[in-house]
């Protein structure tokens, strides 16, 4: 009795114990002895998927509201109003960031098993690492059948369409340096809003001789602060310090607990939150499109490089990803897609993988099944490390970029641009144009110009919101796939315990009582979860 119950905890642990259970998108559950009314059903189908609705519906009456307004003839302050409602939904979620990522990985790596932890570590990373490898292999050979760079753009698109500055000249060796230093932060405080970057100062060696003057100028690397929060530095931090609790034993026990609450609570504010999101996101896509100057000029110069972006992110994120789960799950990855709608159009939205985090970890939980444990901890790793959208984004622009130039790219280059796009979309921040940032890094790796990363900043409001679509699903997918390796390996533990339970010799049923009565008093038998 005693093992039939310590496999039931394993089950419920490990989220297999919500396979049986009805799922909260509607799509699913169990049978039913008398047939459902039509009408019944519908309701609910609508009650479960409520908020996906209303999320769809902000979407498109964004759309119009945009498209409508944008006749009138608005002031830039007026264009800024329009937006203040979306931009208050990316302040709350950027608000409960850095309390839900530093709380869920130290309860989640509290709450783990040091051996377990890198097992799940490891598959997370390799998943991670193989699908922006795919993603960066799909990204150069859209490019390259399209061809999106042989077209005269550099007249027809105004500098001043660029939303941000192109990024100074940095060298590569630093631009991993600073990745490396990024991981382990000097100040945790200072990392919440500031992450280190390298500048560099101009210093005039003078080598003059007798006869010849011989002046020299160096550019030395100096460390300077700039903002943006440093999450690569607090997820670190985060997990190793959740190891160190648990190695603490009893004495880390309260402090694991305090944990334990604060991440319950936050996920609280993030359920009200959600309700929130189709608001916000409705007037987030209004005031994008009144702020586009003259769309038809930018998409007849830039068209066929915003298609090859756009169907390389729908090749990864409808096919590649949902058939990577299906070849090793057997189960419907659409289905799972839908329960994660909400996330992913609150990614297209604020265009922040960062501030889509707090949603996803809800409706992977809610509605895929996903378990606590390995949500909690998976998630914000994803959402640091893994950029598929951003590598594959990347790659079209630098071979765009290349063809502008009419510099044929060889074999070595190309997979330079592969290896570099997957190595730096490692360290691309979860923000915003974070991925431009990086895109420097990879022009600068086959001697590309960087100037010309104002024609990707000219139309990078729409092709980084796909990015961070692409991005998040990537995240989903891998917590999705995680949780069936746990499942199955927990699945396997129990059944090779329950045949030694089977091997037991039978004994009279006086003993048998008096045995069961033991083991369910005894506290020993209750034994630990795989999670």
């Not at 009138?72 to 208050?88: D, M, R, W, Y």
């Not at 699945?491 to 339970?501: D, M, N, P, Q, T």
Request: proline residues 4%.
């Amino acid at each position: 009795m005693a093992e039939k119950v310590d496999l039931e905890e394993v089950k419920a642990s490990n989220g297999e114990a919500h396979r049986d259970e009805q799922m909260a998108n509607g799509l699913t559950g169990p049978k039913k002895s008398s047939p459902e009314p039509l009408v019944e059903r519908v309701k609910r189908i609508v009650r479960a998927n409520l908020l996906v609705i209303l999320t769809v519906a902000g979407v498109i009456v964004g759309v119009f509201i945009g498209l409508g307004v944008r006749n009138a003839s608005l002031t830039e302050t007026q264009k800024i109003h329009i937006g203040f409602p979306g931009e208050i939904l990316i302040r709350l979620l950027k608000m409960i960031i850095i309390p839900l990522v530093v709380c869920s990985l130290v309860s989640g790596a509290a709450s783990i098993d040091p051996k377990a932890l890198g097992k799940l570590g490891g598959w997370a990373m390799l998943f991670f690492l193989v699908t922006t490898l795919i993603a960066s292999s799909i990204g150069v050979v859209m490019a390259f059948i399209i061809k999106p760079g042989n077209v005269d753009v550099i007249n027809a698109v105004d500098q001043g369409q660029a939303d941000g500055d192109v990024p100074a000249h940095k060298e590569i060796i630093d631009s991993f340096l600073d990745l490396i230093r990024n991981i382990f932060p000097s100040n945790l405080v200072s990392a919440a809003f500031r992450s280190y970057v390298t500048s560099y100062r101009s210093v005039i060696k003078n080598n003059t001789q007798a006869n010849s003057l011989n002046l020299t100028v160096e550019m030395v690397p100096k460390g300077t602060e700039q903002e943006g929060m440093n999450i690569l530095g607090l997820v670190v931090f985060a997990i190793v310090f959740g190891v160190a609790l648990r190695k603490l034993g009893e004495e880390g026990e309260i402090l694991i607990k305090f944990f334990n609450s604060f991440n319950e609570a936050t996920m609280i504010l993030v359920s009200w939150i959600m309700w929130y999101a189709p608001l916000g996101i409705m007037f987030l896509v209004a005031g994008k499109i009144v702020e586009m100057d003259d769309v038809a000029k930018l998409f007849a110069s830039l068209g066929k490089y915003i298609a090859c972006c756009m169907i390389g992110h729908a090749i990864h994120g409808l096919l590649v990803l949902p058939g990577i789960y299906f070849i090793i799950t057997r189960k419907n990855p659409y289905t799972f897609l839908w329960g994660i709608f909400t996330a992913l159009a609150t990614a297209f939205g604020t265009s922040s993988s960062s501030a889509t985090l707090p949603l996803m970890m809800k409706c992977v939980e809610e509605k895929n099944g996903v378990s606590k444990h390995i949500s909690r901890f998976i998630l914000p790793i994803g959402a640091t490390v893994n950029m598929d959208g951003a590598a594959l984004f990347q790659c079209v622009a630098a071979v765009f970029i290349a063809q502008l130039n009419n510099t044929s790219l060889n074999f070595i280059q190309v997979i330079t641009i592969l290896v570099t796009a997957t190595a730096s979309s490692v360290g691309a921040a979860g923000i915003p144009a974070g991925g431009v940032l990086t895109l420097a890094i990879i022009l600068e790796a086959i001697g590309l110009p960087t100037t010309d990363i104002s024609l990707i900043l000219a139309v990078d409001w729409l092709v980084d919101r796909t990015c961070t679509v692409l991005n998040v699903e990537g995240d989903a997918f891998g917590a999705g796939l995680l949780q069936f390796f746990v499942d199955k390996t927990s699945k396997r533990e129990g059944v090779a315990e329950l045949s030694e339970v089977r091997t037991t010799p039978e004994h009279s049923p006086l003993i048998d009582k008096q045995g069961s009565e033991g083991a369910k008093a005894d506290p020993s038998a209750e034994k630990e979860s795989a999670m």
